[in-house]
């Protein structure tokens, strides 16, 4: 007959693991007083928006003037390209650059006229600047 220790060293290993003890439950509904009042911030554009700040525009702005910028980089990189990838973007890029087509939102015309540009003076000065 084997020692009584060895049975419940045995019997030990056989039961089930003791369960886990349950997490803790969240609070429902809204936070005491002296949290939410620390995550209510007025911005200084929500109280004066008559005054704009130089740096904010709308999305659609700031889209426009990413792809009028990535444009304008484009034309400056790859002006002297030798491999074909980047020759056929700098020529698309150019094309785009020339082209009055205003049916498209992204047209060059409607990008520049949408950011307060004049087109015919971005295209002389990019001539300018490509010339040098």
């Known amino acids: ?11 030990a ?3 089930p693991p ?3 003890p349950p997490k803790p439950r969240r609070p429902r509904g809204r936070p005491p007083i002296h949290l939410s009042a620390s995550l209510n911030l007025v911005l200084p554009s929500q109280l004066f928006p008559e005054f704009p700040v130089a740096g904010c525009a709308p999305g659609e702005r ?4 990413a792809v009028l910028e990535d444009a304008i980089g ?3 990189k790859h002006r002297d390209a030798s491999e074909p990838r980047t020759r056929l973007l700098y020529h698309e890029t150019a094309t785009w650059v020339r082209s009055d ?8 015309v409607n990008v520049c006229e949408a950011i307060g540009f004049s087109p015919s003076c971005v295209r002389r000065g990019l ?4 010339r040098r």
Do not use: C, K, S, Y
């Open 13 to 15: 290993m056989d039961a």
């Open 101 to 108: 087509d205003t049916e498209w939102p992204f047209a060059f």
């Open 1 to 11: 007959m084997p020692p009584l220790g060895r049975l419940l060293g045995l019997a």
């Open 74 to 76: 484009i034309l400056v």
């Open 18 to 20: 003791p369960p886990t």
């Open 127 to 130: 001539g300018r600047f490509l």
């Open 62 to 65: 700031r889209l426009m003037l």
